[in-house]
């Protein structure tokens, strides 16, 4: 089978296309043929030996697909053919790929297999973010970074489905535009965006925050009292640090969200995740903006368009 390897960590630019065996399941496992991989910054600093896991090389990278079950087993729940997303962690980025069947999901009829790739890195995530870690309530103001991309665009989605109104801070016209095609409510620049939304909304309940750098501290700034600032990820670069008074002033709190160290002790909770999504899957309200595709042979420029920060929206794989 055809299949993405990362053979040395010199970054997007050296990731290669393959022929390799075909994984075997093991007993319990469902093998998936794949139809479409989403691509997700972890895979970048994959690329470059800078992520908290980081297989032996070489290996097969890709964190999240969607195509059709070829075998699994019984009890699963699942069918041969069935149409599904899945989240296999690695070896995504293959025609062929091996998943727990606590990783494998029921997607909607309607539902593209683009679409269904887009989701579970990015909406299972901002899920976690928003319900589990921030506790958004109906009605509360939401501020988020990095709102163009990936998680961005699936964390606006996501708090207008809860009931919150979004800010949304970008760099450019063409990534303002997509935060307002997820719905965004209003649309700030990132230089000065303190004010601007100060001016808006004289300061929000929660921040999402995949970005970090140099923008921190004016995030805290922009929170409300008791407002929580929800740290996702580095994409900026920088992590940034905070002098823990400025949480006592108006009791404001940063709140790690490591989504996958939270699932993996509890695989069962990814099932509960998508169920409560399911109405809003089914129904169309939490629907990736797919904003580039690239076939197989060129995933390395589908990893450089996020390593530049230039990816509109989700980036995805099409796999067949």
């Known amino acids: 089978m055809r ?8 970054g997007p630019a050296a990731v290669r296309v393959v022929d390799i065996d075909e994984p075997e399941p093991a007993e319990g496992q469902v093998l998936v043929d794949v139809h479409a991989a989403g691509v997700t910054f972890p895979e970048v600093l994959q690329s470059k030996g800078l992520y908290q896991i980081q297989p032996e090389l070489p290996f097969v ?12 087993p019984e009890g699963s729940g699942l069918s041969v053919g069935q149409r599904v997303a899945a989240f296999p962690g690695i070896g995504g980025f293959a025609e062929t790929v091996v998943v727990d069947p606590r990783q494998v999901f029921r997607i909607p009829d309607e539902m593209s297999f683009e679409t269904a790739a887009a989701i579970p890195m990015n909406v299972l995530t901002s899920h976690f973010a928003l319900v589990q870690r921030g506790r958004l309530q109906a009605g509360e103001i939401v501020l ?10 699936a964390s606006i989605q996501l708090a207008k489905v809860l009931g ?5 801070v970008v760099s450019s016209d063409a990534k303002a535009q997509i935060a307002r095609d997820a719905g965004a409510d209003d649309v700030v620049r990132v230089d000065g965006f303190k004010d601007a939304v100060k001016e ?14 140099d923008r921190f501290i ?45 699932w993996m002790p509890h695989p069962e909770y990814l099932q509960r ?4 999504l399911w109405p809003h899957l089914s129904a169309g309200a939490l629907d ?13 420029k589908a990893l450089q368009t996020l390593d530049e920060r230039a990816a509109l929206g989700k980036v995805v794989l099409d796999v067949r």
């Open 3 to 10: 299949a993405v390897h990362i053979e040395t960590l010199d």
């Open 61 to 72: 990278p890709g964190s999240e697909v969607a195509g059709t079950v070829r075998s699994a």
């Open 144 to 153: 988020v970074h990095g709102a163009a991309g990936g998680i961005g665009t």
């Open 164 to 168: 919150a109104r979004v800010v949304a």
């Open 200 to 213: 808006l909304t004289g300061g929000v309940d929660v921040v999402v925050d995949p970005v970090g750098g």
């Open 218 to 262: 004016d995030s805290l700034r922009c929170l409300r009292p008791e407002g929580r600032l929800l740290v996702i990820g580095f994409t900026g670069g920088e992590i940034p640090t905070v002098k823990v008074n400025r949480l006592l002033l108006n009791n404001t709190a940063v709140i790690g969200v490591g989504w996958g160290h939270y």
């Open 273 to 276: 995740q998508w169920d409560e």
């Open 288 to 300: 990736p903006l797919i904003g580039s595709r690239f076939p197989l042979s060129e995933a390395g």
